[in-house]
């Protein structure tokens, strides 16, 4: 069975934090790894990634793919109040249709 | 370009309703995606569909169906609305799988509530 799993579940942290979200995966035709943000509504785009060890970056946002180790993060810098919200991990699998297998999300709050 | 369009965006049914959630995107994407998010969970693969006049099952299909008459519209149908029913349900489309971007784009949502 395909799964995904996100680690932490939740975290509280301070504006300002560095923040790092885990991603793991066990999948049988992986295409390739994408993060969504979703601020109570729908999911919205971060990143794609599909090969091993090339940085995706934007703003304070980043995130690396390890295809041996089937492992993503997610890393945060200098978090805002903004920054608050469920970060959903998904695998693309590469088979007929393109499905998406999502993790359970990790919660993201950002105190001021 | 309005992108993924769902409605309603809320509903309350009664137990043994029946109901047509509406999903339109104006991408020309060929593929298009339902799902269900439940609280504290991912999101769980409802239908899809390839193109026009082609649908088929993902993880969680029971109690749904859909059609795909034309590339921009997917409805959602839920026959006999069951308390299990009450979620939040997302459409999403993309390109297809010859894309080398193929993210899936996301509607705003309907939050429905069986009682």
């Known amino acids: 069975e395909d799964k995904v799993v996100q680690s932490p579940l939740s975290l509280v942290v301070h504006e300002g934090d560095t923040v790092t979200l885990n991603c793991s995966y066990e999948?049988?035709?992986?295409?390739?790894l994408l993060w969504y943000k979703q601020e109570k509504k729908a999911p919205t785009f971060l990143f794609m990634l599909t090969s091993s060890g090339i940085e995706k970056k934007s703003g304070r946002l980043s995130s690396i793919l390890d295809k041996k180790e089937l492992f993503s993060i997610l890393n945060i810098t200098a978090t805002q109040t903004g920054d608050s919200a469920v970060y959903l991990c998904a695998v693309e699998l590469g088979e007929y249709g393109n499905k998406l297998v999502f993790g359970a999300g990790t919660i993201l709050r950002v105190k001021s | 370009n309005a992108g993924v369009t769902q409605t309603p965006k809320f509903r309350i049914l009664k137990i043994g309703q029946s109901m047509t959630l509406q999903c339109t995107q104006d991408?020309?994407?060929?593929?298009m995606y339902w799902y269900r998010q439940d609280p504290g969970m991912g999101l769980k693969l409802i239908y899809y569909?390839?193109?026009?006049?082609?649908?088929d099952k993902g993880e969680v299909p029971n109690g749904y169906n859909v059609s795909r008459s034309t590339t921009e519209d997917f409805p959602l149908r839920l026959e006999l609305a069951a308390p299990s029913q009450t979620s939040v349900y997302f459409c999403a489309s993309s390109r297809g799988l010859a894309a080398s971007y193929n993210e899936q784009f996301f509607g705003p949502g309907t939050r429905l509530t069986v009682l």
């Open positions: 569909s390839v193109g026009a006049g082609i649908t």
């Open positions: 991408m020309n994407h060929n593929y």
């Open positions: 999948v049988t035709n992986f295409r390739s």
